[in-house]
């Protein structure tokens, strides 16, 4: 397996191509971008940001793993309204496009939600409306990311939707491509589940995965730790991974970010993904 980080782990003032290298000198393989609704790589960047940033990732040895974008929050496949739908939509289509020039393999993509605790005002879908309108859509976009040669990763997360891997299986088999599966965040699991039982009924559906850890005795995105600081069993998850044949990139999400020094959870995470993938020999007193 590959080590990677996301984008979103690092200080939220510091540019894309900084992220790369400070990726690069904390000994990472690779880094997962993330597409912005503006800004430096964002839905308006030209092909020419877009090639300086894959040229600077090229030099520095760091691969992009793949592409993130957090605008599924706001345009959602799952929404009632056809408006935001359409454009939930055109940012996937978007996100395929950026992905294939960064020659990024994957793209995470939220499927929507019935709705979300943590945003104020947000939309309530019916859990069958959402189902269906995300289930057409992606049908659609599978289409897409096939004629890009880039993957699709419905990831779970907490929207009230495909809450069990049960679900999130079958809702895989229904799209019926090769080219949409499942973008399994392990600690995004420990709230209402255990990681292991995901890898195992996942299985080949899962194109990336996610490393964050989290308290199942705290509360709300507070409960967010520093890998292995959680109820995360990651010997456990890194045997499930391995079963399985699971060789791509597990990449580190690190949510919420440290107050000082923010760059420093960056060189924490690669060593704690060190200890959890062997990389390291563990020190002992």
């Known amino acids: 397996m590959k080590k990677g980080i996301n984008q979103w782990s690092f200080p939220v003032d510091m540019s894309a191509a900084a992220c790369i290298r400070l990726a690069k000198q904390a000994g990472f393989d690779g880094i997962e971008l993330a597409l912005a609704e503006t800004g430096e790589l964002s839905l308006e960047s030209s092909l020419e940001q877009i090639a300086e940033l894959r040229r600077i990732a090229d030099g520095e040895g760091v691969e992009i793993s793949s592409l993130a974008s957090g605008l599924g929050w706001s345009y959602a496949l799952t929404s009632t309204s056809k408006l935001n739908r359409d454009k939930a939509i055109d940012v996937v289509k978007r996100q395929l496009d950026v992905a294939a020039q960064l020659k990024a393999d994957t793209i995470l993509v939220v499927p929507g939600a019935v709705g979300v605790d943590f945003i104020?005002?947000?939309?309530?879908?019916?859990?069958?409306?959402?189902?269906?309108?995300?289930?057409?859509?992606?049908?659609?976009?599978?289409?897409?990311?096939?004629?890009?040669?880039?993957?699709?990763?419905?990831e779970n997360v907490w929207n009230k939707f495909l809450l069990s891997p049960l679900e999130m299986r079958g809702f895989i088999d229904s799209i019926g491509s090769e080219f949409v599966g499942a973008y399994l965040d392990i600690g995004n699991t420990v709230l209402t589940g255990y990681p292991e039982h995901w890898i195992k009924i996942l299985n080949r559906r899962i194109k990336k995965v996610h490393f964050k850890d989290f308290r199942r005795n705290g509360a709300g995105l507070s409960a967010f730790v520093?890998?292995?600081?959680?109820?995360?069993d990651y010997p456990l998850v890194m045997s499930k991974l391995e079963e399985i044949g699971y060789a791509g990139y597990v990449i580190a999400e690190m949510i919420p970010p440290y107050r000082h020094h923010p760059e420093q959870i960056v060189y924490n995470t690669s060593g704690a993904m060190d200890a959890i993938m062997g990389r390291t020999q563990r020190r002992t007193i």
């Open 120 to 154: 104020p005002d947000s939309e309530v879908t019916e859990y069958d409306v959402a189902y269906d309108n995300a289930l057409e859509a992606l049908k659609g976009l599978a289409v897409e990311a096939e004629a890009h040669g880039v993957s699709i990763g419905v």
């Open 226 to 232: 520093d890998l292995l600081a959680g109820d995360v």
